[in-house]
């Protein structure tokens, strides 16, 4: 079955720290698999995309890592700042034909002042 | 280009009630997809309209329905609503040149029930 599990499911941290937010995927035949950024009431924003072939990829503050023979992928927020707070979603998805896309229930991020 | 827009961006409206959610696409994508997201949950798919024919359906009753036009731009309905229908409601569009299946999505109704 298709699945996206992502961890933890919400996390608090301090402003100016990092944090490590992971994305485990069991989706086959897999094509990409992309982050989202939600703010609370807004609709997603993509904030990376990775291939089978990569393995970091980098988006200012945010840097996302892809082990496709684990099947994981983590995205890194380096000097978390107060605007970071939001869902992240992590995105798989599948190519048979057409694009069957699989959302993770997303790691909520609270950072404080 | 302009990215995909919803409206209304917000409604209230009260139980038995029906409602019409409108989307229009980024220009050139033909691939619109519906999501519910309720507060704690993540995204529950829809429906997703390709060429004005339903392509997917999620695992919704019957009286969440949805269409597209001729030019790409949807609209969802829901019917005799309940106050479990409140929710974020969320369109994207999807188009060919990336090849990569990205989605990119509106801002969202938000649809509170009474």
């Known amino acids: 079955k298709n699945q996206v599990e992502q961890s933890p499911q919400s996390l608090i941290i301090l402003e100016g720290k990092n944090c490590t937010l992971q994305c485990n995927y069991t989706v086959s035949p897999f094509s990409n698999l992309r982050w989202y950024k939600q703010d609370t009431g807004r609709g997603p924003v993509s904030l990376t995309i990775?291939?089978?072939?990569?393995n970091t990829k980098s988006n200012g503050r945010y840097t996302a890592t892809l082990d496709a023979d684990t099947k994981q992928s983590s995205l890194h927020i380096t000097a978390s700042q107060l605007s970071d707070s939001a869902s992240y979603i992590c995105?798989?998805?599948?190519?048979?034909?057409?694009?069957?896309?699989?959302f993770g229930a997303g790691t909520r991020l609270f950072v404080k002042a | 280009k302009a990215g995909v827009t919803q409206t209304p961006r917000y409604l209230i409206k009260t139980r038995g009630q029906q409602v019409t959610l409108s989307c229009s696409p980024i220009s050139g994508h033909r691939s619109v997809s519906w999501y519910q997201q309720t507060p704690g949950q993540g995204l529950q798919f829809l429906f997703e309209y390709f060429s004005e024919t339903q392509r997917n359906k999620g695992n919704f009753p019957g009286r969440f329905s949805g269409r597209q036009f001729s030019n790409s731009r949807s609209e969802m309905n829901v019917s005799t609503l309940e106050l479990g229908d409140s929710a974020l409601y969320l369109c994207?569009?999807?188009?060919?040149?990336?090849?990569?299946?990205?989605?990119?999505f509106g801002e969202g109704s938000r649809l509170t029930v009474l």
């Open positions: 994207a569009s999807k188009g060919r040149e990336t090849n990569t299946g990205e989605l990119f």
């Open positions: 995105v798989v998805i599948s190519q048979t034909g057409g694009f069957k896309t699989i």
């Open positions: 990775m291939t089978f072939s990569e």
